[in-house]
């Protein structure tokens, strides 16, 4: 083969390999998701969005399961999943342990980035204050729950109410199963997050204390997650601020949480979190929440 052919073909080979990797898909990447609800119903009202972020960053996103809170965690760490919807606590072990990154928080009815813990009991109990719930069974989230657990014992600490006794708690893997046992009266009162009775209508519970304002569960990425991909998907979620998201779609579809947008984050915002779990254990990080 003479200089000309080498030429010819090695130019040839530039090519074909330029093509073949101009139109290699992108690789998919996965959404875990902390669910609330049982997994039916957070598939429904997570799927619009991982479509949209999907479509509107140009990759492909497949939902990915949790098992549990720790399993969604361990997933953004273990690279099962690179994008995540954690809560506040659970994004701060992702945080000490895997550096993962938030990116956006959805915003609430006043367009800021808080949520609120709610104990409700049933409307024909004669229970007015966490005083009234001495010897009666609580409900309670996982023990890494951020509304169902550690801002309820902050709460109780508030109000100078001491934490159940063990034989008075019960524990729920979703807050939709606390909202049940209180109606059902397996339970005397529970603790769950405020927009879980916002997404749909119960009747035969009231609401008997409110905590302070939360940070909003954050939408959270893995370092191992390209810096461009990255910055591409905050800035799609980014821009649904609370006029943009009701121009997309498939707005009624969305999760009310989701309904009034979203904005960006950073590690900053959960400070309020870090301190309250220093009050809660006496120590900078409490060994109940430790990955090993």
């Known amino acids: 083969m ?4 080498r030429t010819i ?18 690789k998919t990447i996965y959404f875990a998701v902390l669910s609330l609800y049982d997994p039916y119903q957070t598939y429904q009202e997570f799927q619009p ?62 367009g800021q980035p808080f949520y609120h813990s709610l104990l409700i009991a049933s409307e024909k ?7 009234d719930l001495q010897n009666q069974k609580i409900c309670f989230g996982s023990t890494l729950s951020t509304s169902g657990y550690w801002v309820p014992r902050y709460m109780l600490l ?17 807050h939709i199963d606390i909202i049940k046992s209180v109606i059902n ?39 191992s997650l390209q810096p461009a991909l990255r910055e591409k998907i905050q800035k799609v979620l980014g821009k649904l601020t609370a006029n943009e998201i009701k121009k997309i779609p498939f707005y009624n579809q969305l999760s009310n949480e989701f309904k009034h947008g979203f904005v960006r984050s950073n590690d900053n915002h959960f400070d309020s979190l870090r301190t309250l779990l220093q009050a809660l254990s006496g120590t900078e990080w409490p060994e109940q929440l430790s990955i090993h």
């Open 2 to 5: 003479n200089n000309k052919s």
């Open 49 to 110: 969005l991982i479509d949209y972020i999907s479509r509107e960053a140009d990759v492909p996103i497949d939902f990915y399961f949790a098992t549990g809170y720790l399993d969604a965690v361990k997933a953004l760490g273990e690279g099962r999943a690179q994008l995540a919807y954690l809560g506040g606590i659970t994004y701060l072990q992702a945080r000490k342990y895997y550096h993962a990154i938030p990116l956006v928080q959805p915003l609430n009815e006043e």
């Open 158 to 174: 508030q109000q100078k109410s001491p934490f159940p006794e063990k034989q008075y708690c019960g524990y729920y893997p979703h």
């Open 185 to 223: 009266g397996e339970c005397s009162a529970g603790f769950i997050k405020d927009v879980v009775i916002k997404n749909r209508s119960y009747t035969g519970i009231k609401v008997v204390l409110k905590s302070e304002l939360i940070p909003s569960y954050p939408i959270v990425a893995s370092p």
């Open 125 to 131: 109990s004669s229970i007015k204050s966490v005083f």
């Open 9 to 26: 073909f090695a130019t040839f080979l530039l090519v074909i390999f330029s093509i073949s990797h101009s139109e290699s898909p992108p």
